[in-house]
Nanobody, 121 residues
Framework: QVQLVESGGGLVQAGGSLKLSCTAS????????MGWYRQAPGKERELVAA???????NYIDSVKGRFTLSRDNAKNTVYLQMNSLKPEDTAVYHC???????????????WGQGTLVTVSS
């Protein structure tokens, strides 16, 4: 059984910072991409940032220059440093990973339970 455990969400004023962490645990052979999605009330879930095992990173345009994604492969952990937060960043942030299990025939998508980030104006 593999799970993603997220932490770091909370309430912050506009202009402030938060750091999200997500750690994968369980029977893991390999993790391909890891990343963060977010879903604001009344909106569809969107990809915020993703990183491959080789450290290639993609960001959604609205967070470029403000958010930094990093990954510790030894710890199966991905981090999202969020600076200069804006009210429009308010959302539930979900961690996502593509994980190869023992005896599986491919990579599977695994999701975290989500952590709420609220940015007040």
């Amino acid at each position: 059984q593999v799970q993603l455990v997220e932490s770091g969400g909370g309430l912050v004023q506009a202009g402030g910072s938060l750091k999200l962490s997500c750690t994968a645990s369980g029977s893991i052979v390999s993790i391909r991409a890891m990343g963060w999605y977010r879903q604001a009330p009344g909106k569809e879930r969107e990809l915020v940032a993703a990183i491959t095992r080789g450290s290639n990173i993609n960001y959604i345009d609205s967070v470029k220059g403000r958010f930094t994604l990093s990954r510790d492969n030894a710890k199966n952990t991905v981090y999202l440093q969020m600076n200069s937060l804006k009210p429009e960043d308010t959302a539930v942030y979900h961690c996502n990973a593509q994980i190869y299990y023992p005896n599986s025939d491919g990579y599977f998508e695994v999701w975290g339970q989500g952590t709420l980030v609220t940015v007040s104006s």
